[in-house]
């Protein structure tokens, strides 16, 4: 009988640390939302529609950042998924074997890369390189544009979003690439036994399949991209604004709470910032519950099928 | 006549074909060099700027204050080891409990409960969990701390670290399990001295790759860490770490310290593939130990 109490106390022991991080998720929440009560009792819903962001006068919104992060998200999903996608493709069906694994390995190596660092490489290679050369070419050529009008400062939403693309393209990359090769191979060979070119196998074979796969690597990318710091605050200029120009530098949600946090003065100030990490929490929950939910709908549809 | 207007479309099709066959390889093709150019250019620039800075100075001294050229990141350095072993000391443990009880003892759906619960948890931005350790630990204690940076970093690693943990406990055979059992242990002595064994070098290789993750995040630390310029030994008081001193660096006016931040970033850089290289370590251990039975 020592023997069944001996196992009950070790597997209730064990419980408790799965029960432990749900209680870990719940307490976040929980403490972000008890600690931006400030802020959520004097602004309500206004927070989020609110484009002032006046310390002194204590009135804060979070409609600049929102704005901030939804456009470097956006222009950053615009550049990577092609460049992602593709690699992936390339690297899954048409890179000689060997080419295939030493550019998988830069990709672990580029995803390996802690943000900081893209950070300083944005600093002192990027905005440079912007500021003389890309800026004033997108300027002269596409000026027509409201996109590519404005002062050029080398900081800002386009090379914010040009680091946040380089940062979420391996992900888009390692995922697509393990979802194609997941393709029976016999797809792909009734479609060339049919006659098919390459570009047509491509179009009708492998992302009609890998699809669902896809689009759930891409919403992580997304969920990645939302909440990426350092890198970001390093290079959009810091500045809440909403404007049209790509050039003007911006703020996102994440960046201020990384710059004002330690330096918030008064209780308002405070609890509006922790409120901003309240608004990334749940947004990044959903974002990533979503694909989370898509990348399971599809590999227990397979596992049936197959 | 119809034929010879069916043949030409014919053949005008067939040769846009051909040619987007061709085009399409060389397309894909660019979207991996552009790629592969963009990692150049950070690992040549890092390697450029890094390495002349990189000298016996930068391994032992304090950084120098504001104006003075030199000094270094012995603080910094031996800060970030600080914070990673508190890390572990936070993360390891929840992480490894929680993922044996999954594979062992849980039932399907707390399991998934718990599996989405982690995923989920895998996509918090890393600044929340700084806040959250700012809520829970900075402010009760008032002061930033050793403390807070390495509860921040330990949250970090846990979803990772259960997650495989629970991989690769499931991949020891049942009839591992099953002779043991057989033997008369209770099961508690079969996952402690069976299962844990066999699956020790992927349990390891899980934690290597978390604690690569965590130790270059520079967010979390901002405020609990907060960064310092002189050494510390009390886990009370702010410490320094790399990828913070990198951050303060890189954003500040100065010439000398810019060249230090790009010094920094090749030892952090450093420090993090050593991590991974050894994670690979035990993974080879661990796939020799299985081919050797």
Redesign the interface.
Same mark, same amino acid.
Not at chain 2, 27 to 32: D, E, G, H, I, R
Not at chain 2, 215 to 219: K, R
């Given at each position: 009988m020592r023997k069944d109490t001996s196992d009950l106390v070790f597997k209730y022991f064990l419980a408790v640390f799965p029960c432990l991080i749900l209680l870990l998720v719940a307490g976040i929440l929980y403490q972000l939302v008890s600690s931006s009560g400030l802020s959520i009792h004097k602004f309500g819903f206004k927070f989020l529609s609110n484009r002032t962001w006046d310390p002194v006068a204590e009135d804060f919104g979070a409609l600049p950042f929102i704005f901030g992060t939804c456009v470097t998200s956006f222009l950053a999903l615009l550049m990577a998924i092609p460049i992602g996608v593709g690699s992936a493709i390339y690297l899954a069906e048409y890179a000689p074997a060997k080419v295939s694994k030493v550019i998988s390995i830069f990709v672990d190596l580029l995803a390996a890369i802690p943000s900081v660092i893209y950070g300083l490489w944005g600093i002192f290679v990027l905005v440079p390189l912007m500021r003389t050369h890309v800026q004033p070419f997108l300027g002269k050529y596409l000026g027509f544009l409201p996109f590519f009008q404005g002062p050029n400062y080398g900081v800002g939403f386009l090379s914010a979003s040009i680091i946040l693309a380089i940062i979420i393209v391996p992900f888009i990359i390692s995922i697509s690439r393990e979802v194609i090769l997941a393709i029976p191979s016999v797809y792909k060979e009734s479609s060339y036994a049919l006659g098919a070119t390459r570009w047509e196998t491509i179009q009708l074979i492998i992302l009609s399949h890998a699809q669902a796969g896809i689009f759930g690597a891409i919403i992580l990318a997304l969920g990645r991209a939302i909440g990426e710091t350092m890198a970001v605050t390093m290079i959009i200029g810091n500045n809440p604004s909403i404007t049209s120009s790509l050039f003007s530098p911006g703020y996102t949600l994440a960046s201020v709470v990384a710059n004002e946090f330690s330096e918030a003065t008064s209780k308002t100030y405070l609890s509006a910032l922790i409120e901003m990490g309240l608004v990334l929490f749940v947004v990044s929950i959903v974002v990533n519950a979503l694909a989370r939910l898509l990348i399971w709908s599809v590999t227990t549809r397979e596992s049936v099928t197959v | 006549m119809q034929t010879m207007d069916f043949d030409k479309a014919f053949q005008r099709t067939k040769a846009k074909?051909?040619f987007?066959?061709q085009?399409?390889?060389y397309?894909?093709?660019?979207?991996?060099f552009?790629?592969?150019f963009?990692?150049f250019?950070?690992l040549t620039?890092?390697v450029i700027?890094g390495v002349s800075s990189i000298n016996v100075n930068f391994f032992i001294h304090l950084p120098k204050p504001v104006g003075e050229v030199g000094g270094g990141m012995a603080n910094a350095i031996t800060g970030t080891l600080t914070l990673l072993f508190l890390a572990v000391l936070f993360g390891v443990?929840?992480g490894l409990?929680?993922g044996?009880?999954?594979n062992?003892?849980?039932d399907y759906r707390?399991a998934q409960?718990?599996r989405?619960?982690?995923?989920?948890?895998?996509?918090?931005?890393?600044?929340?969990?700084g &806040? +959250?350790a700012?809520? %829970?630990c900075v402010l009760p204690m008032k002061t930033f701390s050793v403390l807070s940076g390495g509860f921040a970093l330990g949250?970090m690693m846990?979803?990772m670290v259960?997650r495989t943990t629970e991989q690769f406990v499931r991949m020891v055979p049942n009839q591992l399990r099953e002779a043991g059992l057989a033997l008369g242990a209770?099961?508690?002595r079969v996952?402690v001295d069976i299962v844990l064994p066999s699956s020790i070098g992927g349990i390891m290789t899980g934690i290597m790759v978390a604690l690569?993750?965590v130790?270059?995040?520079?967010?979390p630390l901002?405020?609990t860490a907060?960064g310092n310029r002189f050494w510390n030994h009390n886990l009370m008081q702010p410490i320094a770490a790399l990828?913070l001193q &990198? +951050?303060s660096y890189? %954003?500040s006016p100065f010439e000398d310290w810019?060249r230090q931040?790009?010094a920094g970033?090749i030892v952090?850089?450093v420090v993090?593939?050593s991590i991974?290289l050894l994670a690979n370590y035990f993974m080879n251990r661990r796939h020799r130990f299985l081919n050797g039975q």
């Open positions: - | 074909r051909y987007m066959d085009a399409i390889v397309v894909l093709f660019l979207c991996a552009v790629l592969l963009i990692l250019s950070i620039h890092l700027n443990p929840i409990a929680a044996i009880y999954l062992e003892y849980a707390f409960v718990v989405f619960t982690i995923d989920v948890m895998n996509g918090i931005p890393s600044i929340v969990f &806040i +959250f700012y809520v %829970i949250i846990i979803p259960t209770p099961k508690w996952i690569a993750r130790a270059g995040e520079t967010a901002l405020f907060f990828p &990198i +951050f890189a %954003i810019h931040a790009w970033a952090l850089i993090i593939f991974n």
